[in-house]
């Protein structure tokens, strides 16, 4: 059975640090492209930021400098870490696998940013 369990949310002040973490089991994480999604209040989901299974990242433009998106293969683990976090990052986010025609989606944690 595939999961991506994320976690690590919660509320932090603007400018502060975070870090999201995503388990996965019942696949084969290291073929996997690993990607970061948020979704706003009101918004449409979008991407934040992606690391292929060679580890190769990429990155959203508003996010680009503030957030790592790093992952383990032994612990079949992607990370998120958000530094310099904006009241504009307020989102669910959400832990992604792609690989051929799988997709896979987590059931998201949320992170608030304000004061």
């Known amino acids: 059975q595939v999961r991506l369990v994320e976690s690590g949310g919660g509320l932090v002040q603007p400018g502060g640090s975070l870090g999201l973490s995503c388990a996965a089991s019942g696949f084969i994480f290291r073929l996997y492209t690993m990607g970061w999604y948020r979704q706003a209040p009101g918004k449409q989901r979008e991407l934040v930021a992606t690391i292929t299974s060679s580890g190769s990242t990429d990155y959203a433009d508003d996010v680009r400098g503030r957030l790592t998106i790093s992952r383990d293969n032994a612990k079949s683990t992607v990370y998120l870490q958000m530094t310099g976090l904006k009241p504009e990052d307020t989102a669910d986010y959400y832990c992604?696998?792609?690989?051929?025609?799988?997709?896979?989606w987590g059931q998201g944690t949320q992170v608030t940013v304000s004061s």
């Open positions: 992604n696998a792609k690989y051929n025609v799988n997709d896979f």
